[in-house]
């Protein structure tokens, strides 16, 4: 159980356009869904939390217009990167967690995306 | 602030050569402490959750206990296949709080 997916798992763009990647939680439902990036060598770096049907809550620094977080639905949430640019670039893993099974921050993470902007 | 710190940054075995990990953490209302193993390009995947000091858990070649400041995974007479990155983090309710992890490398 606890299975989380991520597509694309590999992505290159040319600078200027707009990337959307989705997460899915298979067989649970999520009712908040984490969005993270990861730089070569370094550690995970929240962006942004998103609970079903509302607005995203995001990390200081990240940018809301530049990173769309959507969590519609308890089994989907799509982060796009719009106008994406070179430093852009980097590893962006989701994760998922479901309250109602557990008061506690436990979560699961998705495969992750390889973004490469040109 | 809240911050998790992990060491070493990076620690080679041999194979059978036992050894600890360290995650140190200044977390406030601290209501979890998550061990994850992270292999390259993929996602991390979780191994324990420890909620209380003195609380200790085992799965296979690993077992990761936890202070009042610090836990520690240790890793029993690692295998090639034991060889990631892993990475603790610190609940504070809100969100998890990342250490950058102990890249771990067993050779045969």
């Known amino acids: 159980g606890a299975v989380v997916s991520q597509h694309p798992s590999r992505v290159i763009c040319k600078s200027g356009t707009s990337v959307k990647i989705e997460c899915r939680s298979l067989d649970f439902q999520a009712t908040t869904m984490f969005w993270y990036r990861q730089f070569p060598k370094q550690s995970l770096m929240l962006m942004a939390t998103?609970?079903?049907?509302?607005?995203?809550?995001?990390e200081q620094g990240v940018e809301k217009d530049k990173f769309l977080i959507n969590h519609a639905s308890l089994t989907l949430s799509t982060l796009t990167v719009t106008s994406a640019h070179p430093e852009d670039s980097s590893f962006y893993i989701c994760?998922?967690?479901?309250?109602?099974?557990?008061?506690?921050?436990?979560?699961?993470f998705g495969p992750g995306t390889r973004l490469t902007v040109l | 602030e809240d911050q998790v710190t992990q060491s070493p940054e990076a620690l080679r075995l041999q194979e059978g050569e036992s050894s600890s990990l360290n995650c140190s953490y200044t977390?406030?209302?601290?209501?979890?402490l998550f061990w994850y193993r992270q292999d390259p390009g993929k996602g991390p995947e979780f191994l324990f959750t420890?909620?209380?000091a003195g609380e200790e858990k085992e799965k296979e070649r690993l077992k990761a206990t936890l202070t009042k400041k610090e836990s520690f995974l240790h890793i029993t007479a690692p295998k090639p296949e034991d060889s990631a990155t892993y990475l603790c983090a610190g609940d504070n309710t809100d969100k998890l709080i990342f250490g950058t992890g102990t890249r771990l490398q067993v050779f045969p």
């Open positions: 998103s609970n079903e049907g509302s607005k995203a809550t995001y």
């Open positions: 994760s998922a967690r479901d309250v109602l099974q557990s008061s506690y921050n436990e979560q699961f």
């Open positions: 977390v406030s209302g601290l209501r979890g």
């Open positions: 420890l909620y209380s």
